[in-house]
DNA sequence: TGGTTATTAAT
DNA sequence: TTAATAACC
């Protein structure tokens, strides 16, 4: 049987800066190159069609690119097992190679029962660091020393030329690839390194000026910020690349405030995945349990209200339709979404935590979930930011540009009612052709009713002496200790 | 990178 | 009377 290495691919969907496809290659063995669709994972509730295109287009690209050199990226859909023990019975298998994962619960089981296969197959199984999230801390002293070495460190691109082909048996793995996933949808944005590249390059060269300035507006932010999200969300960019083309880029500019911002918020990226990583359980429970006493209603009316796009509330329902249909809302209007489901409709966050994690092309766990929590308020260590998204709009579209162009029917509102609809009049319901719960929902509860009682009963809980305990907990492990407060 | 309301300072 | 600031939720 033919020895041969594994490089197993993960959401680290590139050819560049990879060190364990490096270290495959530089291992000597032939490679084989592996990608697995997972059953098990396309159906869980997070993920979407959105995701498995922009997979599908990530491995394109690194198909085209890998003709050159003679070989490809094999494609299974099956659980990964199967595979596995598939390939085992037709090759030697020495090591398998890949990157750290920080993934929802699915995948982490997925990989203990991989370790074992490995195990008792005596196939080594040799993990990368992914970008600068460190596995097994137990706090982040240190931490920020090991992010600068990180983001300070070379660029790890494989010798490709040196790749050797495997002919690869027919092997009966499973199911087909749908055709859907193959099939490119024009309002996504698209997967791969090299459409990734084309947007980093656009953004430092002709978008970032206005970075600052249009950060929090729901439409001009679309084009003011990177938009680089899903490609390192799904690695067709290694996040200290990013990095560096920023800091080279600003030796460029006279004002570097924009590239100071944008690599201020490329320095949290690996935070809170880092905070995911120690803290998994985020993904199913409140980081501080205290707040498991203060209960929220289960309206499943509201809920769909909210989902939908239906809640009466004009920017609220323009985000909510929006990231629907594009996969990708600017971060403020993100924590507005999240603030009125578990502020204003009074919801526990973990049905909207899948819902959003579904919609976004960008679905990171490791910066979903925490900041999912700690925009419902229910980590006990940050304020505690509940949005008026009637102030919202007045600050961040007051044309209601953005509004119109995701909710029709509000065509005919005039621009001093685009804000609060429910505030016409019956006349001028008539005068303009608009009826209010005919065309347009009333709002499905009171703002400032549901702010107050949110309000309060968040701060009242904020002393409650398990939850003051467990900050303790929290702040001694995921902050930086050498910090004062 | 919140919002509301009470208090104080500035006209 | 209003703008700025602090306190509180």
């Known amino acids: 049987m033919q020895s041969i290495n594994i490089l197993w691919f993960k959401r680290d969907l590139r050819l560049t800066d990879h060190v364990p496809l490096h270290r495959a290659i530089e291992s000597g063995l032939p490679t084989l ?3 697995i669709y997972e059953p098990s994972l396309v159906s869980a509730p997070e ?43 037709q090759f030697n298998i020495t090591s398998v190679y890949s990157y750290e994962e920080t993934g929802i619960k699915i995948t982490h089981d997925r990989d203990k029962s991989v370790q074992s296969f490995c195990n008792a197959h005596k196939i080594k199984w040799q993990e990368t660091q992914t970008n600068a999230v460190v596995r097994g801390l137990k706090n982040r002293t240190g931490w920020a020393k090991l992010w600068e070495k990180y983001i300070n460190g070379s660029m790890v691109n494989p010798n490709l030329r040196k790749l050797k082909p495997i002919e690869l048996p027919t092997m009966n793995c499973g199911y087909e690839i749908p055709a859907s996933w193959k099939t490119p949808h024009a309002k996504f944005q698209k997967g791969g390194t090299a459409t990734g590249l084309r947007y980093m390059q656009d953004f430092f060269q002709n978008r970032i000026h206005n970075y600052s300035q249009h950060i929090s507006k729901p439409l001009e932010s679309r084009r003011a910020c990177s938009r680089l999200s899903p490609y390192l969300a799904w690695g067709n960019l290694s996040l200290r690349q990013v990095f560096m083309a920023q800091e080279d880029h600003k030796q460029t500019v006279k004002y570097k405030r924009n590239h100071h911002n944008f ?26 349990r205290g707040y498991n006493t203060l209960k929220r209603s289960e309206n499943s009316e509201h809920f769909e209200a909210w989902k939908n796009g239906q809640t009466g509330y004009p920017l609220v329902d323009a985000c909510m339709r929006c990231v629907t249909e594009t996969g990708y809302m600017n971060f ?42 700690m925009q419902a308020g229910v980590t006990g260590i940050n304020t505690v930011r509940m949005y ?9 579209d007051p044309q209601g540009i953005f509004i119109k162009q995701w909710i029709p029917e509000l065509n005919n509102v005039p621009i001093q009612f685009i804000h609060e609809p429910w505030k016409m009049t019956s006349m001028e319901q008539t005068l303009y052709q608009f009826k209010l719960g005919v065309d347009y929902p009333k709002p499905i509860v009171p703002l400032a009713e549901t702010a107050k009682i949110a309000r309060d009963k968040i701060w009242a809980h904020r002393d409650d002496p398990i939850v003051l305990k467990e900050g303790k907990r929290i702040l001694a492990k995921h902050t930086f200790r050498n910090r004062r407060n």
């Open 263 to 288: 690599s201020s918020r490329l320095r949290w990226h690996c935070h809170f995945i880092q905070k995911f990583e120690m803290e998994d359980a985020m993904e199913f429970r409140n980081l501080n």
């Open 332 to 373: 403020r209007m993100r924590a507005m979404m999240v603030s009125f489901l578990t502020q204003n409709l009074w919801q526990n966050w973990k049905d909207g935590a899948t819902w959003l994690a579904q919609m976004f092309l960008d679905f990171e766990p490791g910066i979903h979930y925490p900041q999912f929590q």
């Open 33 to 35: 190159l592996l990608y």
């Open 388 to 396: 008026n998204p009637v102030k919202q709009s007045q600050d961040h």
């Open 47 to 89: 993920y979407d069609l959105r995701h498995w295109r922009f997979i599908w287009e990530s491995l394109e690209s690194m198909n085209q690119e890998l003709k050159n050199y003679n070989t490809q990226v094999s494609i299974f859909h099956d659980e990964v097992l199967n595979v596995f023990h598939q390939l085992k019975d």
